[in-house]
């Protein structure tokens, strides 16, 4: 048996801070990081391929059961959307309607909001989902843009 040299330790500890660091890169991007080996034909000690594997990780329930909106803080509203992907929809949509009605139409009387408070944010549906659902009912996906429905 030989003993590892300190080269060979040192190399070590490069190849396993970088993997750790890899796969604290792939976590942060949502992503599992598999590495494998495969035996390779014929069978042999040492005779093997690493292979790298990425898929995406699986949604933690509770994330996946997240109730979405958007609130607009200048008028204390929220409104439900059907996902969080629709909310950010929704939001953008508002927001670039909201900015052009802003440019447009000057405040003569002094009492409009600042843009930023008119601005939607997309958040958390913070009420129960019973609300969220009674909301829902009146969700009006052509007038959103959301024609085929919400992914």
């Known amino acids: 048996m030989t003993t590892p040299t300190t080269e ?27 590495i494998e080996t495969q035996s390779r034909q014929p069978l042999a000690m040492g005779h093997y391929d690493m ?11 509770a994330q996946a059961e997240r109730l979405w ?7 204390d509203e929220y409104h439900a959307a059907p996902s969080e992907s629709a909310a950010k929809h929704m939001a953008d949509k508002h927001n670039a309607a909201i900015t ?14 600042p843009l930023d408070v008119a601005l939607a944010k997309v958040e958390v549906w913070p009420f129960d989902a019973e609300e969220h659902a009674e909301d829902l009912l009146e969700f009006d996906y052509a007038g959103w843009g ?3 429905g919400a992914s």
Do not use: K
Request: hydrophobic share 45%; glycine share 10%; with cysteine.
């Open 8 to 34: 060979t330790e040192s190399m070590r500890e490069v190849v396993l801070n970088r993997a750790a660091a890899l796969v604290q890169f792939a976590r942060e991007c949502g992503m599992v990081l598999t």
């Open 51 to 61: 292979v790298v594997g990425v898929r995406p990780a699986r949604v933690m329930a």
């Open 69 to 75: 909106s958007i609130y607009i803080g200048g008028m």
């Open 100 to 113: 052009q009605w802003y440019a447009d139409c000057p405040d003569e009387t002094g009492f409009r909001p």
């Open 146 to 148: 959301l024609e085929g």
